[in-house]
């Protein structure tokens, strides 16, 4: 995850042969889904010259957007410029930045880092935080930019650790660049030409991809009724006295429970007496005392 400045900085490096180039990962509104693949071989092509120029980083970025041109999906981008750089062999000689106003949410990041990305700049959710900031929505403390960029960064860095863990991957290294996504409901020539190596899910025909479709769709719209008719699972709800109440009193059976289990139910041993090094023992040496045999036992010989 990189902020801003940082990536305005990484965008102007020109330092001990480490040079950025910039791709534009917008397309005009005119040209419709021709000007999609059109950008897209574009991405590649200017990949190819960066590499062929001596670039070491690549930052694509999608900051061009306005009302006559719309951007190229930021995962779609990545992927594409990922995949062309392994099928020709330059991966290892460039890196993928990506400054994308799209990326916000857990999954966006692990997809982004699943598909080839190197850094992650997503400008206009730190934007958005920092308005939300400035409208004091964001608590009754306020924090600083640097503080409230770091939260959100560590937010999103633990869920992407959540992910991992639950893959069996302990390295980014090892999830980066690894495809470990199923593409649900894109044709067969699209994955082969944009997304190199991922897997199709195992959908066979369009009837049964809108079910599963509509399955998710009446899932979430039950879990919305539910949260809309039951108080207790709306998120965010605000603290009354009761509520507060009662949520001291669990703490404190809780903090009980707590401490009666890790209390000891007999007297600790007393701790064993140590003779310091070269002083020397009083007394005669200890024996184990002699065990009396009972009068109806017979010792065998």
């Known amino acids: 995850m990189v902020d801003v400045p940082a990536m305005d900085a990484i965008k102007k490096m020109d330092h001990r042969g480490w040079r950025t180039k910039t791709v534009d990962a917008t397309f005009p509104v005119s040209e419709g889904p021709a000007g999609l693949e059109a950008a897209l071989d574009r991405i590649c092509a200017e990949a190819d010259n960066a590499v062929a120029e001596g670039y070491s980083v690549v930052v694509l970025s999608d900051r061009g957007v306005s009302a006559d ?20 062999m330059q991966r290892t000689q460039l890196a993928l930045m990506v400054e994308s106003g799209e990326a916000r949410e857990v999954h966006h990041f692990c997809t982004l880092v699943g598909y080839g990305a190197d850094g992650i700049c997503p400008y206009l959710a730190i934007e958005t935080l920092e308005a939300l900031q400035a409208e004091g929505r964001t608590g009754a403390k306020p924090f600083e930019r640097e503080e409230l960029v770091a939260r959100y960064f560590k937010s999103a860095g633990d869920g992407m650790l959540k992910v991992m863990a639950k893959m069996g991957i302990s390295t980014l290294a090892s999830y980066k660049g690894a495809q470990i996504f199923e593409a ?92 310091p090094f070269g002083a020397e023992k009083k007394g005669p040496p200890t024996r184990m005392p002699r065990q009396e045999t009972s009068p109806d036992r017979k010792s065998v010989v």
């Open 184 to 275: 649900l409901g894109l044709n067969a020539d699209v994955i082969g030409k944009w997304y190199f190596g991922a897997s199709l899910a195992p959908v066979k025909s369009s009837e049964q991809l809108r079910q599963v479709v509509d399955v998710d769709a009446a899932e979430a719209k039950r879990s919305l009724r539910r949260c809309v008719t039951d108080p207790s699972l709306r998120p965010h709800r605000p603290f009354d006295d009761e509520t507060l109440t009662a949520s001291t009193a669990r703490t404190r059976t809780a903090a009980a429970r707590a401490a009666h289990a890790t209390r000891r139910r007999w007297p600790p041993r007393p701790a064993p007496t140590r003779t």
């Open 69 to 88: 041109r719309v951007a190229v999906p930021t995962l779609l981008s990545v992927a594409t410029a990922h995949s062309h750089l392994v099928r020709t």
